[in-house]
């Protein structure tokens, strides 16, 4: 299953507590409950949200019932961090919506200084590699907006270090680099553990227990560099 | 330039003594700096001909008593957008750069927002002087002979590299059409690495006070262009 969504911190520091997320949410029209952990997943939360209409118009065609019509929101939260995640990045919007009209200071997306990342997954001897790029382009040539890259290294590409200079690359795809540089067996989605992306985007398979813990470890590894923007709180998640 | 006001076809260069060289010079020099600016002020900044005529035009058209200069403005914009077409013959290139500001005048022209008629008498005076049969030099013969400062510009002034360093933002995220979240008029707390860049998706041709004032703002606190380099 394949989780979307966004990273998220509150910019008075304070912690953000589940009876936070239910204030936030709860109204005569939708309804948030607690479910347990994650898969058994430490830390991962679920959630179920009920709306009492559909949160896309395709969500009819997709054989949902309602209403109240639910979604799976899966929450990972540390103080005043908290990744929230949904099986669509469309419903993780809307309910990340829904939070903010009741919070203030508002949760606030966490943007990510996605170059610095890529820089250091750019070097031989770091753990991670990228696997995938997309990009806007930069130059003046209208006949050209974005680029997308797929690979098992990317940044050690021909293609990326010649034309890196020409685009802004806002999410990328991170797979843990192998001892020696060891060519990978299982090539494509399955060895990518998650994309990331500048305005705060995550999005991952959660297959097992290894893969959440890989996931918070990249989260932790921007956080524990400072690729996030100044006002996101220090700590890293737990 | 100095060829086609003469209507000779080729000055030669056993005929340009010092004291003529002088002259050219003094006669062309200023127009030969605008055209070189404006074509580089296009490619680096405004990238697109619709934006750019409508943002120039609507600032000539704010300026009073300066409608004789219509006819010098007319060849400035087709030079600068023809910047981005030099691969094309030159026939096409010129179809094509008439075209393009013929369309953006008639739509700023529309919008009834221009404080003079200098739009309307530039797509008249393109109608009438584009090609002329007689002795007179005709727009196309003076165009022609400044693209050859268009292709300076490109040949010498104008690096992609550069271009995308000018616009480099890495702020600009996914989905929104220009890469930016902010909507007019309403007030965001994202990042702008790229003024230049943020300026040429927001700036309309619209002289829309709260506009302007907001897009002000916008670089006056969200700006983090030096930030975005180090």
Redesign the interface.
């Known amino acids: 299953m394949i989780l979307s969504g966004y990273l998220l911190a509150s910019p008075s520091g304070k912690e953000i507590t589940q009876q936070l997320l239910f204030s936030g949410i709860k109204d005569a029209k939708y309804d948030l409950l607690f479910e347990g952990q994650f898969k058994n997943l430490r830390h991962w939360e679920r959630y179920e949200f009920l709306s009492g209409v559909p949160i896309e118009e395709d969500d009819l065609l997709r054989g949902m019932h309602g209403p109240p019509f639910r979604y799976l929101i899966v929450c990972v939260r540390s103080a005043a961090k908290m990744m929230f995640l949904a099986e669509r990045k469309k419903v993780a919007e809307f309910v990340i919506g829904r939070l903010n009209r009741k919070i203030f200071p508002n949760l606030?997306r966490v943007?990510i200084?996605?170059?610095r990342l890529i820089d250091s997954c750019q070097e031989q001897d770091s753990e991670y590699l990228i696997t995938a790029l997309?990009g806007?382009?930069?130059?003046?040539?209208?006949r050209v907006n974005k680029i997308s890259l797929y690979g098992d290294d990317i940044t050690d590409s021909t293609i990326f270090r010649e034309q890196r200079?020409?685009?802004?690359f806002?999410?990328c795809g991170i797979a843990r680099r192998l001892y020696d540089n060891l060519l990978r067996m299982n090539l494509g989605e399955e060895s990518e553990i998650m994309l990331i992306?500048?305005?705060g985007?995550v999005s991952t398979r959660v297959v097992d227990r290894d893969r959440a813990s890989e996931v918070i470890r990249i989260i932790n590894l921007v956080m524990k560099n400072r690729w996030v923007?100044d006002w996101v709180p220090g700590l890293e998640m737990g | 330039m100095e060829q086609v006001s003469q209507g000779i076809d080729e000055l030669s260069p056993d005929s340009i003594p010092p004291d003529l060289m002088k002259t050219i010079l003094r006669r062309w020099r200023r127009q030969a700096q605008e055209i070189m600016v404006h074509a580089f002020d296009f490619?680096?900044f405004y990238?697109?001909s619709g934006r750019y005529i409508e943002g120039i035009w609507h600032s000539w058209c704010a300026i009073a008593g300066i409608g004789d200069r219509v006819p010098e403005y007319v060849l400035r914009t087709l030079c600068a957008i023809s910047s981005?077409l030099l691969k094309e013959p030159f026939d096409r290139c010129a179809e094509t750069a008439r075209l393009q500001l013929e369309t953006a005048l008639r739509r700023l022209i529309e919008t009834r927002e221009l404080m003079s008629n200098y739009a309307g008498e530039a797509l008249t005076h393109i109608e009438k002087e584009w090609e002329v049969g007689d002795n007179r030099s005709s727009i196309l013969q003076g165009y022609r002979a400044r693209l050859y400062l268009v292709r300076l510009v490109n040949a010498f002034l104008y690096s992609?590299?550069i271009?995308?360093?000018v616009?480099?933002?890495?702020?600009?995220?996914?989905g929104a059409s220009e890469?930016y979240?902010f909507k007019r008029n309403e007030f965001e707390?994202?990042?702008i690495g790229s003024p230049l860049?943020f300026l040429s998706t927001y700036l309309g041709s619209s002289t829309d006070e709260a506009e302007s004032l907001w897009v002000l703002h916008n670089l006056a606190f969200n700006s983090s262009y030096a930030e975005a380099r180090s």
């Open positions: 606030r943007s200084l996605l170059d997309h806007r382009f930069s130059g003046s040539d209208k200079h020409l685009f802004n806002y999410s992306g500048n305005d985007f923007d | 490619r680096y990238r697109d981005n992609e590299t271009a995308a360093q616009f480099n933002d890495p702020h600009i995220t996914r890469g979240r707390l994202a990042p860049r």
